[in-house]
């Protein structure tokens, strides 16, 4: 299995982008979600899409401004941004489980990981 995440860029405060996550090796079933860290803080949760039944949860922060969909032809997930604030910048992360967990917000819960993409939001 591997995700490889890209998209990320330098957007001033209002703008939007949209960071993709291409999956080999993962079916539909799979949970796949975003996080993000930023410098000198913990990684910390965006988004996720469950698998099956396609249910997504955000970070309050982001709810309202982020959406996270999937298409599972392509084996692929995005993270459409819009409305990005300075503190949205930090190093996204796509991730991946094989089976649904209750606490799908702990970074930990996840052993699958894309390399990361940078997002910098300028005020």
């Known amino acids: 299995v591997q995700l490889q995440a890209c998209g990320g860029g330098l957007v001033q405060a209002g703008g939007c982008l949209r960071l993709s996550c291409a999956a080999s090796g993962v079916t539909f079933s799979y949970t796949m979600a975003w996080f993000r860290q930023a410098p000198g803080k913990e990684r910390e949760f965006v988004t996720a899409i469950r698998g099956n039944s396609g249910m997504k949860y955000y970070t309050e922060s982001v709810e309202g401004r982020f959406t996270v969909s999937r298409d599972n032809t392509k084996n692929t997930v995005y993270l459409q941004m819009n409305s990005l604030k300075p503190e949205d910048t930090a190093v996204y992360y796509c991730?991946?489980?094989?089976?649904?967990?209750?606490?799908?917000?702990?970074?930990?819960?996840?052993?699958?990981w894309g390399q990361g993409t940078l997002v910098t939001v300028s005020s």
């Open positions: 991730a991946a489980r094989q089976h649904w967990h209750l606490n799908y917000y702990y970074a930990t819960n996840y052993i699958l």
